[in-house]
């Protein structure tokens, strides 16, 4: 599912568009493995998985595979409809330079929530 989010964000060009001041890297971690997401002017440049050994990103996003893979089915459920959903009942960790992440909220959500519009289609 991740492997597809740079495909599925850089081809909606209003997502673009409103992401075009971001330029940042950040670790989402599903389960046990680690992805680097590299944003430059609010397209996905990259999505490198891990491990790493000593990763440079400005912040982190870690939840369980399980939660993850229930955020991006359909149709919502209660608990899964928002990142912060998942924050709220202790799923979702949320860690490091929260500046780039809470300028940008609506646009990371967009982003973390794209894989959902793929099966939607």
Not at 87 to 103: C, N, S, V, Y
Request: a neutral charge; charged letters at 25%; proline letters at 7%.
């Amino acid at each position: 599912m991740i492997e597809r989010i740079s495909d599925l964000v850089n081809a909606d060009t209003n997502l673009v568009r409103r992401g075009r001041f971001l330029s940042t890297t950040f670790l989402m971690e599903i389960g046990e493995h680690g992805y680097l997401i590299k944003i430059i002017e609010g397209r996905i440049v990259s999505v490198t998985p891990g491990p790493f050994v000593t990763p440079n990103y400005s912040f982190a996003l870690r939840a369980p595979r399980d939660e993850w893979e229930q955020f991006w089915g359909v149709p919502q459920q209660p608990g899964f409809n928002d990142i912060f959903a998942l924050f709220k009942r202790g799923k979702l960790t949320i860690e490091g330079d929260l500046h780039p992440f809470m300028a940008n909220l609506l646009y990371i959500k967009d982003v973390l929530a794209s894989p959902r519009r793929e099966k939607t289609q």
